[in-house]
């Protein structure tokens, strides 16, 4: 993996998680919007494959929106986790 790809990686991670987070509300900071459109990104991956869809659009704006996807499944997953643990103490 060379440095460009990370960078690549860090760029529609940044991207994607920040788009969740303004329509999902609640983010983590800029490292945080990364993982999260990071492990949204192979989140959206796996939703869409699941399903048998392939990237709606071509090039990067294709994967921008599946990380986009899976980066707001992501956050509303970890927001029913906390709040059914707030619950719960």
Known sequence: MTL???LVWAVIGLIAGWLASAVVGGGYGLV????VGV????LGGFIFRALG??????GIVGTIFVAFIGAV????????????????T
Do not use: W
């Open 73 to 88: 499944v992501l956050l509303l997953v970890l927001r029913a986790i906390r709040s059914s643990t707030v619950r719960r």
């Open 4 to 6: 460009e790809t990370i």
């Open 53 to 58: 869809a392939g990237q709606p659009f071509g």
């Open 32 to 35: 945080g919007d990364i993982v």
């Open 39 to 42: 492990v949204g990104a192979f």
